[in-house]
């Protein structure tokens, strides 16, 4: 779990977040919405300790063994960087390494695995989001976007992380390699209990994976709620931004 309390981030003077509270639980798709400049991208750098806010706390875990990204000291953060994941808006796959040795580079920087156990690894990690044996030696140039994704996926799960963060897991991608990413985001999710926090723009992810969606508005929480609930919210923002287009009023309409 992630328990972000009365955060307030600003830059030169200007509030970008302002006393934002919320809870990421384990084992859930937590989604981080709104329009653009309403300080998603910040609130997610912030939680993973690339800002420092200028008030608040963002406790990782919970109970007395919590601990507070931001009070912690480089070292800190980088031993907590060992439990956590990250899947880039661009994948960000090494052009230079084969699909394999991609999913092998955080194993062999931040594991204590034998040269054996790296390899058994990486192949579990690539099964697991069903790329075919056959691709582990090409590039990544020499791969679709799509497949792309999936190596990213399991190079974001090889470390076993305890935290899942996504920035943009479907841009670039076409509607049906976007709803594959999806299931497999929420799949890896439930199958290994992590705490993933996915920020999107793309109302389809929103509305089929999100099960703890947090919508911002202007640098404050406006709602949080689940995909369910979201479809009853009496939020006038929050429906002007996810039921925008015609196609999901009408998905709207047929879910009160």
């Known amino acids: 779990m992630i328990d972000v309390q009365n955060l307030t981030k600003q830059f030169d003077g200007t ?13 859930e798709v937590n989604m981080i919405i709104g329009q653009s400049g309403s300080g998603k991208t910040v609130l997610m750098k912030s939680m993973i300790g690339l800002h420092k806010p200028e008030s608040g706390r963002i406790l990782y ?14 070292s ?52 697991r989001v069903n790329i075919p044996e056959r691709a582990y ?69 929103i509305l089929e994976i999100g099960d703890n969606i947090l919508f911002l508005r202007n640098g404050k929480k406006e709602w949080q709620g689940s995909r369910h609930e979201i479809f009853h919210a009496d939020n006038e923002a929050l429906n002007d931004f996810v039921f925008a287009s015609d196609l999901f009023k009408k998905v709207r309409a047929a879910n009160r």
């Open 15 to 27: 509030t970008v977040l302002d006393g934002v509270s919320a809870t990421f639980r384990d084992g």
């Open 61 to 74: 875990g919970e109970g007395a063994s919590a601990r507070n990204i931001c009070a912690m000291s480089e």
């Open 76 to 127: 800190e953060l980088r031993l907590l960087h060992r439990e956590v994941g990250m899947l880039f808006q661009g994948s960000a796959l090494f052009d230079s390494q084969t699909v394999v040795e991609n999913v092998m580079f955080p194993l062999e920087m931040f594991s204590d695995m034998n040269p054996d156990q790296i390899v058994e690894r990486a192949r579990f990690c690539l099964e």
């Open 137 to 205: 030696r090409l590039m990544p140039g020499e791969i679709s976007g799509g497949m792309q994704k999936r190596v990213a996926i399991a190079r974001a799960i090889a470390l076993n992380p305890k935290y899942l963060f996504c920035d943009e897991p479907n841009s670039g991608l076409d509607p049906r390699t976007s709803l594959v990413i999806d299931q497999l985001i929420s799949d890896v999710t439930r199958e290994f209990g992590i705490c993933t926090i996915v920020n999107s723009h793309d109302m389809n992810s």
